[in-house]
């Protein structure tokens, strides 16, 4: 019996459509699962021996469906078909498949292994497989997949919905044991093998891809990536490379990809991997986005949890643009390269932070409105509960409105004064950090620079601009410091310090110095009384302006010292004379800039005083000036009306009241004292000495108490003058007499210097004018007049005189009617008539000093001489 198992066998078995019912519940054990009823046939042929050496091969086709079942029954079953040839062998207890090679329509698969020992319970099982492309919708209907469990299709599914896959290869070794729990979705990391991705949908709850093509190569538990192209939105990746291990239970990623496409997705794809939070991130603030990206992007962490996975990435942005929440206009035209990191969250402690993440810029260029910026790099991230920014760039405007890029809070004050600045031109380089909390209810903070060059500033009042400003402005939320290096106001250069403090706060304070070395006086244009300076070479301008919610303070000097100008009639300063003002002001309780003190300086004179300004747009004013201690020299070299004096002192008050755009209308007053005013013109022998007493109104003055002493002779004078249009004059000198020819050295002709001068007045040129003459005795040369009293009058530049009375009554006297013509562009001329009545000869003779000594005899009955002359000049006459 013991050679039974050495007898050979050989045949061939066939089966023509056999129902299935009787073999349901053996194939049900094998597939796991229950089938459908159905027929199948079979043409095989086998050889071997007894002893359990045994090889088959053959086909065996088959048929399920509702075709072979009866009527009314499973009508939701559909018919499929298929063949699956073999060819195996059995060797005791160890089953080798040499070939498996399955065919149901388009499908096929192919598969090799061995089940070894399965006669035992250590049963092994190494199986070999692969199929044709097949969709992953119908995936359930083919080997090997259908031998797995509809929880296992309804997890796959999840992650791939739709497409189709290809098995290039599928391989499980491990005990029969093992396989037998192929329900399990754990059983797959005994599994390795590659799958093909044709177009297929890949939906984890993080990641959605579209139109996948690739392959999956997965082995003990875990998946390599290997994706050429895939979609994500409109965004198209490629090249993306990873792993993901446990892809059925616990799915961990980690892997690269490839992006290039429209920009708006990709963005989209980076909001969403930050969880919600109260305050909006950056990517949350942009909207309406054009343009092209394209990088790489690494992700990496457990799928099932989404705010656990870490990503990261670089992206190059080409021709972007954008609209930024509370930006006026959209971003255009934006390059640069960016580097990102997203955190997991896994602090579950703090709800609501949402996750880590970090934004690194660099080579940044693009357009807003008419202004570029370039050279943008930084850095943004967010730790913890802090969002913190570092940001450099180079920016370039056009033409900006100060007001809109002030903060958010800012005091009401600053923000109106900014409304009427315009900034423009600029090349700017800025430096900011900022951290803003994530969570609301504590304040961000922040700081920066600026490094400014050839800004341009104009204002809306028409103030001169301010060009070419150099400087650096540096800020943080309690103050903005701006210090130029170089700059022009108007045509005038200047530098600048400006201190605005608390500007977020009603007690903001701003304090300003501003200096120019050389003012030119066409840059005080709008800025009352001192637009009203009109003067060559420059001015040292200095500035101190201090302003908060209570006061605004200004304190100004100008040194005029290397200046000249001309005040009317009344002032000629010239170079290099000490010359200044020195203004301080405040803001009243009504409102207006009051000037708590005003002083102007002149040679070794102070002139101070006070006054108000209602405003710069409505520059109402009142002044107030006083000197109590005015040396007229060396002053008078400059002061018309002190014109010759060398020494003694004047006390003056005035004061104003108007409207500095109309100041013809202004309302001047005031009264002067002048003390022992010294004088002492050539040919004068001796120093003239005047004191008086000068109040005026507005064009109206009025002389009294009038002195003028020299050597041992006083006359006194007074009177009044009316200037404007036809100005007009009222004078009167009385005194007992006067001796020339102790005052004036021979030769000396002073009624000449007096003639020049008076034809040269405003007052004998446009206008009118009475002199009034009463002398007790008035000497020179060889003349002697024992009285010389009159009026003289003036108009259309000629002198009269009608009652010169010359000597006394029938003593000595002289009686002289005449007129002196000056009329400019014309040779003076004059014609008098002297007359004489009974008087003795030798009392009109004395009038010639001795030259008539022991002369005529007798009285003079009536004499009258009439006197004409012309000349080219008066000395000439």
Same mark, same amino acid.
């Given at each position: 019996?013991?050679?039974?198992?050495?007898?050979?066998?050989?045949?061939?078995?066939?089966?023509?459509?056999?129902?299935?019912?009787?073999?349901?519940?053996?194939?049900?054990?094998?597939?796991?699962?229950?089938?459908?009823?159905?027929? #199948?046939?079979?043409?095989? $042929?086998?050889?071997?021996?007894?002893?359990?050496?045994?090889?088959?091969?053959?086909?065996?086709?088959?048929?399920?469906?509702?075709?072979?079942?009866?009527?009314?029954?499973?009508?939701?079953?559909?018919?499929?078909?298929?063949?699956?040839?073999?060819?195996?062998? +059995?060797?005791?207890?160890? %089953?080798?498949?040499?070939?498996? %090679?399955?065919?149901?329509?388009?499908?096929?698969?192919?598969?090799?292994?061995?089940?070894?020992?399965?006669?035992?319970?250590?049963?092994?099982?190494?199986?070999?497989?692969?199929?044709?492309?097949?969709?992953?919708?119908?995936?359930? *209907?083919?080997?090997?997949?259908?031998?797995?469990?509809?929880?296992?299709?309804?997890?796959?599914?999840?992650?791939?919905?739709?497409?189709?896959?290809?098995?290039?290869?599928? $391989?499980?070794?491990?005990?029969?044991?093992?396989?037998? $729990?192929?329900?399990? =979705?754990?059983?797959?990391?005994?599994?390795?093998? #590659?799958?093909?991705?044709?177009?297929?949908?890949?939906?984890?709850?993080?990641?959605?891809?579209?139109?996948?093509?690739?392959?999956?190569?997965?082995?003990?538990?875990?998946?390599?990536?290997?994706?050429?192209? @895939?979609?994500?939105?409109?965004?198209?990746?490629?090249?993306?490379?990873?792993?993901?291990?446990?892809? %059925?239970?616990?799915?961990?990623?980690?892997?690269?990809?490839?992006?290039?496409?429209?920009?708006?997705?990709?963005?989209?794809?980076?909001?969403?991997?930050?969880?919600?939070?109260?305050?909006?991130?950056?990517?949350?603030?942009?909207?309406?986005?054009?343009?092209?990206?394209?990088?790489?992007?690494?992700?990496?962490?457990?799928?099932?949890?989404?705010?656990?996975?870490?990503?990261?990435?670089?992206?190059?942005?080409?021709?972007?643009? +954008?609209?930024?929440?509370?930006?006026?206009?959209?971003? !255009?035209?934006?390059?640069?390269?960016?580097? +990102?990191?997203?955190?997991?969250?896994?602090?579950?402690?703090?709800?609501?932070?949402?996750?880590?993440?970090?934004?690194?810029?660099?080579?940044?260029?693009?357009?807003?409105?008419?202004?570029?910026?370039?050279? %943008?790099?930084?850095?943004?991230?967010?730790?913890?509960?802090?969002?913190?920014?570092?940001?450099?760039?180079?920016?370039?405007?056009?033409?900006?409105?100060?007001?809109?890029?002030?903060?958010?809070?800012? @005091?009401?004050?600053?923000?109106? @004064?900014?409304?009427?600045?315009?900034?423009?031109?600029?090349?700017?380089?800025?430096?900011?950090?900022?951290?803003?909390? #994530?969570?609301?209810?504590?304040?961000?903070?922040?700081?920066?620079?600026?490094?400014?060059?050839?800004?341009?500033?104009?204002?809306?009042?028409?103030?001169? =601009?301010?060009?070419?400003?150099?400087?650096?402005?540096?800020?943080?939320?309690?103050?903005?410091?701006?210090?130029?290096?170089?700059?022009?106001?108007?045509?005038?250069?200047?530098?600048?310090?400006?201190?605005?403090?608390?500007?977020?706060?009603?007690?903001?304070?701003?304090?300003?110095?501003?200096?120019?070395?050389?003012?030119?006086?066409?840059?005080?244009?709008?800025?009352?009384?001192?637009?009203?300076?009109?003067?060559?070479?420059?001015?040292?301008?200095?500035?101190?302006?201090?302003?908060?919610?209570?006061?605004?303070?200004?304190?100004?000097?100008?040194?005029?010292?290397?200046?000249?100008?001309?005040?009317?009639?009344?002032?000629?300063?010239?170079?290099?004379?000490?010359?200044?003002?020195?203004?301080?002001?405040? !803001?009243?309780?009504?409102?207006?800039?009051?000037?708590?003190?005003?002083? #102007?300086?002149?040679?070794?004179?102070?002139?101070?005083?006070?006054?108000?300004?209602?405003?710069?747009?409505?520059? $109402?004013? @009142?002044?107030?000036?006083? *000197?109590?201690?005015?040396?007229?020299?060396?002053?008078?070299?400059?002061? !018309?009306?002190?014109?010759?004096?060398?020494?003694?002192?004047?006390?003056?008050?005035?004061?104003?009241?108007?409207?500095?755009?109309?100041?013809?209308?202004?309302?001047?007053?005031?009264?002067?004292?002048?003390?022992?005013?010294?004088?002492?013109?050539?040919?004068?022998?001796?120093?003239?000495?005047?004191?008086?007493?000068?109040?005026?109104?507005?064009?109206?003055?009025?002389?009294?108490?009038?002195?003028?002493?020299?050597?041992?002779?006083s006359l006194f004078f007074e009177g009044d003058y009316r200037g404007g249009t036809s100005p007009h004059m009222k004078f009167r000198l009385?005194?007992?007499?006067?001796?020339?020819?102790?005052?004036?050295?021979?030769?000396?002709?002073?009624?000449?210097?007096?003639?020049?001068?008076?034809?040269?007045?405003?007052?004998?040129?446009?206008?009118?004018?009475?002199?009034?003459?009463?002398?007790?005795?008035?000497?020179?040369?060889?003349?002697?007049?024992? !009285?010389?009293?009159?009026?003289?009058?003036?108009?259309?530049?000629?002198?009269?005189?009608?009652?010169?009375?010359?000597?006394?009554?029938?003593?000595?006297?002289?009686?002289?009617?005449?007129?002196?013509?000056?009329?400019?562009?014309?040779?003076?001329?004059?014609?008098?008539?002297?007359?004489?009545?009974?008087? =003795?000869?030798?009392?009109?003779?004395?009038?010639?000093?001795?030259?008539?000594?022991?002369?005529?005899?007798?009285?003079?009955?009536?004499?009258?001489?009439?006197?004409?002359?012309?000349?080219?000049?008066?000395?000439?006459?």
């Open positions: 019996m013991s050679n039974l198992s050495k007898i050979a066998l050989e045949g061939t078995v066939t089966v023509s459509d056999l129902g299935t019912q009787p073999m349901e519940l053996y194939l049900s054990q094998v597939f796991a699962q229950k089938l459908e009823s159905g027929a #199948v046939s079979l043409d095989a $042929e086998f050889e071997g021996t007894l002893d359990g050496h045994i090889r088959s091969s053959g086909k065996l086709t088959y048929r399920f469906g509702p075709g072979l079942m009866p009527p009314g029954l499973y009508k939701e079953i559909q018919q499929s078909r298929g063949s699956l040839s073999y060819d195996l062998a +059995f060797q005791n207890d160890t %089953l080798k498949v040499h070939k498996l %090679l399955f065919h149901s329509g388009a499908f096929s698969m192919n598969a090799r292994g061995t089940y070894a020992r399965f006669l035992s319970d250590r049963a092994q099982l190494d199986v070999f497989m692969k199929t044709s492309p097949f969709s992953i919708e119908n995936s359930e *209907s083919h080997l090997p997949f259908k031998i797995f469990s509809k929880e296992l299709h309804h997890r796959f599914r999840e992650i791939i919905p739709r497409g189709e896959l290809e098995i290039a290869s599928l $391989e499980f070794k491990g005990p029969v044991s093992r396989f037998r $729990e192929i329900s399990k =979705p754990e059983i797959l990391e005994d599994f390795s093998g #590659v799958l093909l991705l044709r177009r297929v949908n890949v939906t984890p709850p993080e990641f959605s891809l579209h139109q996948v093509e690739g392959e999956v190569h997965f082995q003990k538990g875990s998946a390599a990536l290997k994706i050429s192209k @895939a979609r994500y939105g409109h965004l198209v990746l490629t090249n993306v490379l990873g792993a993901v291990s446990h892809p %059925l239970t616990r799915p961990e990623v980690k892997a690269t990809l490839e992006a290039q496409g429209a920009l708006a997705p990709l963005v989209t794809l980076l909001e969403q991997r930050e969880a919600p939070r109260p305050r909006k991130g950056l990517l949350e603030q942009i909207k309406h986005i054009k343009g092209i990206g394209r990088g790489r992007i690494t992700v990496e962490g457990i799928l099932e949890s989404p705010d656990s996975l870490k990503w990261s990435g670089d992206i190059t942005i080409e021709r972007a643009g +954008f609209l930024k929440e509370k930006w006026p206009a959209p971003f !255009r035209n934006v390059n640069g390269q960016l580097h +990102f990191e997203v955190e997991g969250d896994t602090d579950a402690s703090s709800p609501g932070l949402g996750r880590d993440w970090r934004i690194e810029f660099d080579q940044f260029s693009g357009e807003i409105l008419k202004h570029s910026f370039s050279r %943008l790099k930084g850095e943004w991230l967010q730790n913890k509960n802090l969002r913190t920014a570092d940001i450099q760039a180079n920016l370039r405007l056009a033409e900006l409105k100060a007001e809109s890029i002030l903060p958010q809070k800012v @005091a009401e004050p600053v923000q109106a @004064a900014m409304k009427d600045i315009t900034l423009a031109g600029a090349e700017i380089n800025l430096s900011l950090q900022s951290q803003e909390p #994530v969570l609301p209810g504590k304040d961000s903070t922040f700081k920066g620079s600026l490094d400014i060059h050839n800004l341009f500033v104009r204002h809306a009042k028409g103030y001169p =601009p301010l060009n070419n400003v150099q400087g650096t402005l540096a800020f943080d939320p309690k103050k903005i410091v701006l210090k130029t290096k170089s700059g022009w106001y108007g045509t005038s250069p200047f530098t600048l310090v400006a201190r605005l403090r608390n500007y977020r706060q009603d007690d903001f304070n701003l304090i300003l110095s501003m200096e120019s070395a050389e003012f030119a006086h066409a840059d005080f244009a709008g800025i009352p009384f001192l637009e009203t300076l009109k003067y060559r070479g420059p001015a040292h301008l200095k500035i101190k302006f201090l302003c908060n919610r209570d006061t605004i303070k200004l304190k100004q000097h100008i040194d005029l010292k290397r200046a000249s100008y001309q005040f009317g009639d009344f002032l000629i300063k010239p170079e290099n004379v000490a010359n200044f003002i020195n203004i301080s002001a405040s !803001r009243d309780d009504e409102g207006r800039l009051s000037f708590n003190h005003l002083e #102007v300086g002149l040679a070794d004179n102070r002139v101070t005083g006070q006054g108000y300004l209602r405003s710069l747009d409505d520059p $109402e004013f @009142a002044l107030k000036m006083a *000197s109590d201690r005015f040396q007229v020299w060396p002053a008078s070299q400059y002061i !018309r009306p002190l014109k010759g004096a060398l020494g003694g002192r004047a006390r003056f008050q005035l004061s104003a009241k108007g409207h500095f755009r109309h100041l013809e209308d202004a309302v001047i007053k005031g009264k002067v004292a002048l003390n022992r005013i010294e004088y002492h013109p050539d040919p004068f022998r001796v120093p003239i000495v005047v004191s008086a007493g000068l109040k005026f109104l507005n064009h109206r003055f009025t002389i009294h108490k009038g002195k003028l002493s020299a050597k041992n002779a009385t005194g007992p007499g006067i001796n020339l020819n102790e005052i004036v050295a021979a030769g000396g002709k002073p009624s000449q210097g007096f003639l020049g001068w008076l034809s040269g007045t405003r007052v004998f040129s446009l206008g009118s004018g009475e002199v009034h003459i009463d002398v007790g005795r008035f000497t020179r040369d060889f003349w002697t007049f024992p !009285r010389f009293t009159g009026d003289f009058t003036f108009k259309d530049q000629t002198l009269k005189t009608r009652n010169l009375e010359i000597g006394r009554p029938k003593v000595d006297q002289i009686m002289v009617q005449g007129q002196l013509k000056l009329e400019e562009g014309r040779k003076p001329a004059f014609d008098a008539v002297l007359v004489s009545r009974n008087i =003795p000869s030798k009392n009109f003779f004395k009038v010639f000093g001795g030259l008539f000594q022991n002369g005529l005899t007798g009285h003079l009955a009536w004499l009258k001489i009439r006197l004409k002359g012309q000349g080219d000049n008066l000395k000439e006459i």
